[in-house]
């Protein structure tokens, strides 16, 4: 049986068929407690893997920590949302914070600025006329931050 650990349904199913399967009562269970805590050991367990694989791996978690809380909360949120799509443009990027409501231009750096300050981005595409704007440069987080950044969002929630 495959259940989706982050999934309420699922987890109550899984519950259940050990319950049956051992003989043992239901019992009432904060099912969304229990699932933030095995979201919260799986992004362990992906730090600790990464820790083995990359030898750097502290360094860069520190560094990525102290980055992202000196940037404001529009930059932020516009690193979120090219992690979670993988690939946008700035103009779009810039569009979704501003449309959320909670940030204006002035709180958002851009891609571009992001590219050029950390060395987390690559960009994918190049606008048509560079020297006249670059709202259709498009950008994607480079493979090895990725799981950095995904875990520093999921911590910092």
Same mark, same amino acid.
């Given at each position: 049986m495959g259940?989706? &650990?982050d999934?309420? /349904?699922d987890? @109550?199913r ?5 319950g049956k ?6 019992v009432a269970?904060?099912v969304?407690a229990m &699932? $933030?805590?095995?979201?919260r050991?799986?992004? @362990?367990?992906e /730090?600790r893997?990464? *820790? &083995?694989?990359?030898?750097?791996s502290?360094?860069?978690i520190q /560094?990525i920590d102290? =980055?992202?809380? !000196?940037f404001?909360?529009?930059?932020? /949120?516009g ?6 799509h993988?690939?946008l ?5 810039? !569009?979704l914070v501003l =449309?959320s409501?909670k940030?204006? *231009?002035k =709180?958002t750096m851009?891609l571009?600025w992001?590219?050029? $300050?950390t !060395?987390?981005?690559?960009?994918? =595409?190049m606008?048509p006329f560079?020297?006249v704007? $670059? ?7 480079s493979d090895r931050? @990725?799981?950095y950044l995904? *875990?520093?969002?999921? @911590?910092?929630?």
């Amino acid at each position: 049986m495959g259940v989706n &650990i982050d999934e309420d /349904e699922d987890v @109550r199913r899984l519950l259940s068929e050990c319950g049956k399967h051992l003989g043992l009562p239901m019992v009432a269970v904060d099912v969304p407690a229990m &699932i $933030r805590e095995l979201i919260r050991l799986d992004i @362990r367990a992906e /730090e600790r893997q990464i *820790a &083995i694989e990359d030898p750097f791996s502290s360094e860069l978690i520190q /560094e990525i920590d102290k =980055q992202l809380k !000196g940037f404001d909360a529009g930059t932020r /949120e516009g690193l979120r949302l090219l992690l979670k799509h993988g690939e946008l443009s700035e103009k779009v990027v810039e !569009g979704l914070v501003l =449309q959320s409501g909670k940030y204006t *231009a002035k =709180q958002t750096m851009g891609l571009m600025w992001l590219e050029t $300050r950390t !060395g987390w981005l690559i960009r994918t =595409q190049m606008s048509p006329f560079p020297n006249v704007s $670059r709202d259709e440069d498009c950008y994607k987080v480079s493979d090895r931050i @990725r799981p950095y950044l995904t *875990a520093w969002f999921e @911590r910092n929630k």
